[in-house]
Every structure is written in C-alpha cells, then in structure tokens.
C-alpha cells in the first residue's frame, strides 16, 4: 500500500513488530485492542493494513510522567467496552502495576484473561466474555487482615485448558505487608498438578495498598495438564 503525504510517496512497510504479528494471527473479527502507549498505537496504525478498532491509555513507565489511567480512562474505554467482546491489552515492561492493575479492573467485571502472550519486553493480554463460574464460601481470614469471601471456578473444564479462578477478597484492616496469591490445583489422589504464586491482580498489584472495605475480586488462569 502507498501511502501520501503532501504529494511524497510512502511505503507502508510489513510489521517487524512480534506483538503486532500476535494479534494478526490469533485476533478474531469483532475484537478490539487497548495500547499503553502514543507511539506503539502510531506504529500500529501505520504498519498494519487492517488494524483492529483500538483505544489508547498512556501508562505511566519508569521513563515517563504522564498518566491517563486515572483521569481519563474509564471515559476513554467505555466505547471499546460497550461495543467488542473481545479486547486485548498490549504493553511493554517495565510499566506502571498500578495503573495496569486499574485497566485490568475494567475488563475483568465483564470478561476472564483467557489468553496471555509475552515477545520480548511486549506482553499481550487477551480477555473475552466472562463465563459463568460455581461459587464456593471462603470464609478464611488470612494474617487477621484480609477475609477471603469466596472463590469461583468453572464447573468443567478439558485437559490442557486454563482453569479460570476467582478470589473475592476484602481487607478488614490495612495490611501491613505485601503478600501473594497461592493457589494449587490437586488431583484425585491429593497430588499437586498445577501451581499459581504471584501478587494479586494479574500480578500487577500491592496488597499493602488494599484500602479496607471494598470487596476486589481478583482472576487468574490456572493451567490444567
């Protein structure tokens, strides 16, 4: 394709992005895309012949001062949201876990991670409609701060498919710690077939910044053998 810009001819080269290859070859048609930074949606728009509908939230890196998390980012995906089931997410490490954990709350009440992607320091993070899960009491408070209310699961799921789970949690106090989510999958017999062990949110987020409160649920993927 050619592209014009004051009587100049441009070529419009073949992406050489590896995360812009993923969504070529796994996107389907009604999804939609959410980047984390100007100039990678700029690329995008320009490299790929066909792009996907896209929003942009500028996440604020080590390198960067701006933020448009949280000022502007539920009016800026309310659109996207409303409109594509399927959204995926696209950012480069490092980047802000908070404000990435923020955009995660957003797709999450609606849509499961049912997909996650890593090229080099690009992770692509795909969620999709929220399937129904069994819910089960968890009534555990853990350190004598956080209450684990309950935690969902799908009632079925096939060998080597992703266990989708739910933990509803509320901090009854402050924590005073930053501590992870540790979840084991066991067979039968007891054995462990499948571990998760990383902070809450996607990994994304800080425990000792959980105000007390609010119930926040948290979703992960569990991979079944």
Known sequence: NLIKLEGWPWVRQSS????????????????????????????????ISNPLPSATLHVAGATFLRDDVAGEG???????????????????????????????????????????????????ELFGPAAPLDQHPGDRLLGGMIDLADWGTPSEIAP?????????????????????????????????VAQYDARPGLGLEFTATCAPGPTIIYHFLLPVP
């Open 74 to 124: 539920r009016t800026r995906l309310a659109p996207l949201l409303a409109n594509y089931p399927r959204v995926w997410l696209l950012y480069d490490q490092p980047a802000d876990p908070t404000s990435l954990a923020e955009i995660d709350r957003q797709l999450l009440p609606t849509r499961d991670l049912v997909g996650q992607e890593q090229r080099g320091p690009a992770i692509l």
């Open 160 to 192: 080597g498919e992703a266990l989708q789970v739910a933990l509803t949690w509320q901090a009854k106090r402050q924590p005073d710690a930053n501590s992870t989510v540790f979840a084991q999958l066991l067979d039968p017999h007891g054995q462990k």
């Open 16 to 47: 050489s992005d590896p995360a812009f290859a993923v969504l070529a070859a796994q996107s389907q048609e009604g999804d939609a895309v959410i980047f984390t930074d100007l100039a990678r949606s700029g690329q995008y728009a320009l490299q």
